[in-house]
Antibody
Framework: QVQLQESGPGLVKPSETLSLTCIVS????????WSWIRQPPGKGLEWLGY???????NYNLSLKGRVTISVDTSRDQFSLKLTSVTAADTAVYYC???????????????WGQGTPVTVSS | SYVVTQPPSLSVAPGQTATITCGGD??????VHWYQQRPGQAPALVVY???DRPSGIPERFSGSNSGNTATLTISRVEAGDEADYHC???????????FGGGTKLTVL
């Protein structure tokens, strides 16, 4: 079973860019869809976007163009950038792998443990 | 965009049956997936494609989906089932992953 591990700063200042990386081990990043999901304190899950191993992406329109996801297949990792952050972006951020890899992102089969990010000056 | 709605909370006595709903317009034609999230942990898949269980998930967990409502049923509820449960669908028109707001299951 593949393991996912998020890494990045736990504190980001308002208006700056949040950057996280998800390292995939125990399997290849190829042939799958990979998503970033976040969970604000005491709230539900919010999907941020996905990337296919080929580089094709799709993002949650509610984030209004602030999110970018990239992949590095040579290092089996993918990354999240979220610009112009505010306190509303404070959350636990998860990376996850979708089952399948053909046509569309199916159910989320594997999750990272999550990393908390606080937006504060 | 597509919206799925879950009740915020549900309380069930041990040994009873918990029924958690996920409502959406004609959700019966979509594949619905369910995740269990215990406090302080990442979500974990418990039912996929409406009514399939990953290996290791007890038969007490089952799902159904028809019309405008998908349902996760937990039979013979145990204390260890206390958690948040999230439903998930894929919205084909926008190619978006959609989550319900989550249901907090309390075992009395």
């Amino acid at each position: 079973q593949v393991q996912l591990q998020e890494s990045g700063p736990g504190l980001v200042k308002p208006s700056e860019t949040l950057s996280l990386t998800c390292i995939v081990s125990g399997g290849s990043i190829s042939s799958y869809y990979w998503s970033w999901i976040r969970q604000p304190p005491g709230k539900g899950l919010e999907w941020l976007g996905y990337i296919y191993y080929s580089g094709r992406t799709n993002y949650n329109l509610s984030l209004k163009g602030r999110v970018t996801i990239s992949v590095d297949t040579s290092r089996d990792q993918f990354s999240l950038k979220l610009t112009s952050v505010t306190a509303a972006d404070t959350a636990v951020y998860y990376c996850a792998r979708h089952h399948g890899g053909f046509g569309y992102p199916e159910y989320l089969q594997d999750w990272g443990q999550g990393t908390p990010v606080t937006v504060s000056s | 965009s597509y919206v799925v709605t879950q009740p915020p909370s549900l309380s069930v006595a041990p040994g009873q049956t918990a029924t958690i709903t996920c409502g959406g317009d004609n959700i019966g034609i979509k594949s619905v997936h369910w995740y269990q999230q215990r406090p302080g942990q990442a979500p974990a898949l418990v039912v996929y494609n409406d009514n399939d269980r990953p290996s290791g998930i007890p038969e007490r967990f089952s799902g159904s989906n028809s019309g405008n409502t998908a349902t996760l049923t937990i039979s013979r509820v145990e204390a260890g089932d206390e958690a948040d449960y999230h439903c998930h669908v894929w919205e084909s028109s926008n190619d978006h992953v959609i989550f319900g707001g989550g249901t907090k299951l309390t075992v009395l």
